[in-house]
C-alpha cells in the first residue's frame, strides 16, 4: 500500500478520518 490520498486500500487518509 503507497501513501497516496487517492489510496483507500488499508486505511482511509488522515484527511478523510477526520471528517469522518
Known amino acids: ?3 497516496t490520498i487517492n489510496s483507500t486500500e ?3 487518509p488522515i484527511g478523510q478520518r ?3
Open 1 to 3: 500500500i503507497q501513501h
Open 10 to 12: 488499508e486505511v482511509p
Open 18 to 20: 477526520l471528517s469522518g
